[in-house]
């Protein structure tokens, strides 16, 4: 089993900056890659970003591309989600996932956080 639990959700304005941490416990971290997924309210869950076991590979959703930037450390079994000039749009709960390899259908992942609430205001 894999415990995430995700911080650093809140309200901040359009054009703002937030980063979001998921803490893993449980099996040894560096053996999934992680995976960030947003839902809105009446929207399904979509896939935001994701990296590999050792970090050496990125992914990201064309939405968010040059704007959220995925990031691990696994000597403190966490992983992070910056995400910057931050708009309306990216309003939604924001969860953080596990799976041994990464995948983009929400479906493929095992382990799944609480969610954390991020809220842009216009």
């Known amino acids: 089993q894999v415990q995430l639990v995700e911080s650093g959700g809140g309200l901040v304005q359009a054009g703002g900056s937030l980063r979001l941490s998921c803490a893993a416990s449980g099996r040894t971290f560096s053996n999934y890659a992680m995976a960030w997924f947003r839902q809105a309210p009446g929207k399904e869950r979509g896939f935001v970003a994701a990296i590999t076991r050792g970090g050496g590979s990125t992914y990201y959703a064309d939405s968010v591309k040059g704007r959220f930037t995925i990031s691990r450390d696994n000597a403190k079994n966490t992983v992070y989600l910056q995400m910057n000039s931050l708009k309306p749009e990216d309003t939604a709960v924001y969860y953080c996932?596990?799976?041994?390899?990464?995948?983009?259908?929400?479906?493929?992942?095992?382990?799944w956080g609480q969610g954390t609430q991020v809220t842009v205001s216009s």
């Open positions: 996932a596990a799976n041994t390899i990464v995948e983009v259908p929400p479906t493929r992942y095992g382990y």
